[in-house]
């Protein structure tokens, strides 16, 4: 999440949680889910808060479709589909217990934190928060 060593950049990280059907919150390591390499998943992510799937020459037609219905690219909010990938990654934890599973997840979070550099102790400053109902 951040380069050791380096107290003169700051750096934005996210964590994953659910919140399970007993009431825990827990943090989930997408990679278990994804299985796929740990930076790229998180690539995937802030490449999905930035919105980059909505700046290609030959977009999507759903994400062409949400452009026109909102108005352009400047009046979309960070991390539209956000909510689309929580989805998943909810679907494909739950996928992996029972139905009957007090560890079922009920909702999904991706919680954004800055660490503004300076001090290693300062790195837990929230920035945006989506949650998703499963």
């Known amino acids: 999440m951040m380069a050791s060593g380096d107290l003169e950049t700051g750096r934005s990280y996210c964590i994953l949680r659910g919140e399970t059907v007993s009431g825990a919150t827990i943090e989930i390591r997408p990679i278990n ?7 790229r ?7 999905t808060i930035a919105n980059q799937s909505f700046k290609l020459s030959s977009i999507h037609p ?7 219905e909102i108005g352009g690219l400047e009046k979309l909010p960070d991390g ?8 998943t990654w909810g679907n494909l934890y739950n996928n992996q217990l029972t139905p009957s599973s007090q560890g079922r997840l009920k909702a999904i979070r991706l919680d954004k934190y800055r660490w503004s550099s300076g001090r290693y102790a300062d ?11 499963l």
């Open 33 to 39: 889910l994804t299985n796929a390499l740990y930076a």
């Open 41 to 47: 998943t998180w690539t995937m992510v802030n490449a």
């Open 62 to 68: 759903a994400n062409a479709a949400l452009l026109s």
């Open 80 to 87: 539209a589909r956000i909510p689309d990938l929580l989805t």
């Open 123 to 133: 790195y837990e400053t929230p920035v945006e928060s989506w949650r998703k109902e």
